[in-house]
């Protein structure tokens, strides 16, 4: 399995510059990134899962019995069990010994630390697995797994291109379920069957909103309020096929818009047109901000959504982030979304977002960009 | 809001109890189940969220700008937020903040930190919390979170009945979009539609299996292999409304059961009915194990899934669990679900799940008990 191996050996290469002996990896992405063990069963927050990196050879994977058949059907072939959940002890013990098998005293061991992670396990069993481990030492781990998951394999900008294009052909027959009368809670539900019927294997996310001439937020529950003529509908989704997202939303008028909403929508397409011009190697994070927030929000230096735009891949929000302190440098196979909102009749917003990949040239949308004149229904 | 304001007094009142001045809350769950705050904004591992629960008075939601609309929409008044993601201070220091106003030197903050949970911020965040708070101690908030959260009150009650019962009418359908020659991953796709036609706000979980006299793993992803008669075909989904999810799963024979599987099904029935039978306040989480196992492995003390059953609400699976070293005892108000496996053919299972409610007198079912005669499609 190249594909594996050569993540492995990557994060290997790095750990050695970095003085690391091991890593530890507890959250679903990062689990799945070094074995491929795809499952919902993580829905459920019972269960520990735990994949240890060694310095040198193959993942070990440390986890409940009732994931040994499916782990088995990956590339890992050290699997290691344990009857979950255990009140006396759910798999630290057995989670310690590996780490101490795999490790030299005064050894450091890496933890992914950084932003869009936390370390799934409980916080006392964190602090019992510290105690087990006195003698090696837990450190950063120097966001090694977050940089190379930032770069995407072509497989893997594959699969984020397959769920963008069954998002695209869902929200193209948006109107077969979005009308004036509808609540937008069935347009919501009826819009997730849309995307299961296009293709995708789950819809993880969806958020939305409607208003007349605008919506005040991006992220509440859909209400039972019918459509109305004259509003702004905006369904954004966060769809999974073979583990991987996309990350865009789409916006219609309910009826003509108005010359305002227009404006807005063609402002939105200017800003990331602006941000798109420009993204490949060389630009950073920054200029892309710059980019767009010139346009959307020339006064000021950013809003309450914080960022304009992040990475997207094997989680819906991915490092890095569309902000002025970001100054990662844009690299071919990294898969971004281009996220401008703009603010309408003072009190409300618009927001539109593309996904990208950048190349070593020009990058590509994967999905479509979306033309000047607003979609109507 | 007496339902939000009740909760609050339960935890303060378990706080003066355990010598706890604040709670610092992270997780989804727990910060709903104080707050209200409701969004599948969460999908999105971004951003943490914090909510401190003090000793006296109101919670205080320390957020995220991009949360404070529909935070303001919830009972709680104090909302404090910082433009996230930022590089330099993550809403650390202003939760340190919060939580030096509402405790004194020397005085304990809990965390919840038991099975079923973690500390959702990055790990490097937690280390610095916790050099910003030198003066004040960090400590296990004693299980109290989860021992409130065990105990649903009606309200809670009736929206996981209505989960329930959605999730029932698609099972009652699946008839519809389940044949012999139909691939597996396409019947996962079409029984999501199903759910959500039925009224379900996402299906959050859906795991199953077919094969051939049952099946050799419940965690799997679907593949593409269609079903051929013979096979059984278990759906196992927890879909979510208003916030609550259900748990179960339900069986299908494609053409009739041959004997050992109509026989399987059969000892999974009277599992369930053994456990439902002494349901009920002064028996144990215990009890209702050997109750099921003494009808599906009676020569075993377990098996790889590692328990028969666990409490289910908020999330798809809750404290406490059905396994021997659980000594819980049952009152009025918790939801579980009782799933007993079987082996069949030697090296396949099946498995049955049901959702109950205890109440100081019998239980009750929220799904409906299944019938002795497998449904066949």
């Known amino acids: 399995m190249p594909e594996f191996a050569h993540r492995l050996a990557k994060a290997q290469a790095l750990m050695k510059k970095a003085d690391l002996s091991a890593l530890l990896l507890t959250t679903e992405p990062d689990v799945r990134y070094f074995t491929?063990?795809?499952?919902?069963?993580?829905?459920?927050?019972?269960?520990?899962?735990?994949?240890?990196?060694?310095?040198?050879?193959?993942?070990i994977a440390v986890i409940p019995a009732i994931g040994a058949h499916l782990m088995g059907q990956t590339w890992i072939t050290d699997v290691r069990t344990w009857r979950a959940p255990?009140?006396?002890?759910?798999?630290?013990?057995?989670?310690?010994?590996?780490?101490?098998?795999?490790?030299?005293?005064?050894?450091r061991i890496g933890i992914p630390d950084q932003m869009e992670t936390h370390v799934r396990m409980p916080f006392s069993d964190l602090n019992r697995l510290q105690q087990r481990?006195?003698?090696?030492m837990f450190?950063?781990?120097?966001?090694?797994?977050?940089?190379?998951?930032?770069?995407?394999?072509?497989?893997?900008?594959?699969k984020i291109q397959t769920s963008c294009d069954i998002a695209e052909r869902a929200f193209d027959r948006v109107a077969e379920i979005a009308q004036a009368g509808v609540p937008l809670s069935q347009i919501f539900r009826k819009f997730q069957a849309l995307c299961l019927d296009e293709g995708a294997d789950w819809v993880a996310y969806l958020a939305g909103a409607a208003g007349q001439g605008g919506y005040a937020d991006v992220i509440s529950p859909a209400a039972d309020d019918p459509l109305e003529n004259g509003d702004v509908l905006m369904l954004d989704t966060g769809l999974v096929t073979d583990g991987y997202f996309c990350d865009f939303d789409r916006n219609f008028s309910v009826g003509p818009p108005s010359q305002q909403v227009q404006s807005a929508h063609d402002t939105l397409m200017r800003a990331t047109q602006a941000a798109f011009d420009i993204a490949r190697p060389g630009a950073t994070m920054a200029d892309l901000?710059?980019?767009?927030?010139?346009?959307?929000n020339p006064d000021a230096s950013g809003s309450d959504a914080g960022r304009l735009g992040h990475g997207v891949g094997m989680q819906l929000t991915e490092w890095p982030s569309i902000i002025p302190d970001d100054h990662t440098p844009l690299a071919a196979g990294m898969v971004l979304t281009?996220?401008?909102?703009?603010?309408?009749?003072?009190?409300?917003?618009?927001?539109h977002e593309e996904n990208i990949v950048i190349t070593v040239n020009t990058p590509q949308f994967l999905s479509r960009f979306q033309p000047e004149k607003m979609r109507v229904i």
């Not at 901000?289 to 959307?296: I, Q, R, S």
């Open 338 to 351: 281009l996220e401008p909102g703009v603010v309408v009749f003072g009190d409300k917003m618009m927001v």
């Open 133 to 136: 481990l006195k003698s090696r």
């Open 139 to 158: 450190a950063s781990d120097a966001a090694i797994v977050r940089n190379i998951r930032m770069i995407k394999s072509d497989a893997e900008v594959l």
């Open 86 to 107: 255990n009140y006396d002890d759910d798999g630290i013990g057995l989670l310690a010994d590996t780490l101490t098998e795999v490790t030299s005293a005064g050894e």
């Open 289 to 296: 901000f710059y980019a767009m927030n010139d346009v959307v």
């Open 36 to 59: 491929g063990f795809l499952t919902r069963f993580w829905e459920s927050p019972t269960r520990p899962w735990f994949v240890v990196i060694p310095a040198q050879g193959q993942p």
